[in-house]
């Protein structure tokens, strides 16, 4: 049986991210979302950040962040738990 990871993914996204696209994939992954918070142009430098908590499987995980990871002037990061805790 496969088990589910909690934890959340990081995305810094630069002046020339494809925000459209970014949002694009995260509605594509809405099942593994538990919450998001975003921080757009942070201190005037045109660089935004999104925190995503995320439960899924590792292969979900993956898919969100290979294809976040994917897009140009985006940059991302994710930190999960070790085993499910059920």
Do not use: F, Y
């Not at 925190?51 to 962040?65: E, H, K, P, R």
Request: hydrophobic letters at 40%.
């Amino acid at each position: 049986m496969i088990e589910n990871r909690i934890g959340v993914v990081g995305i810094v996204i630069e002046k020339d991210g494809d925000v459209h696209r970014i949002n694009q994939v995260l509605h594509d992954h809405n099942q593994i979302i538990v919450g998001r918070m975003g921080l757009p142009n942070i201190n005037g430098r045109k660089i935004s950040i999104i925190s995503v908590v995320v439960d899924g499987t590792t292969d979900q995980i993956g898919s969100l962040t290979g294809q976040l990871g994917a897009l140009k002037g985006v940059n991302v990061k994710s930190a999960l738990s070790k085993k499910d805790n059920k």
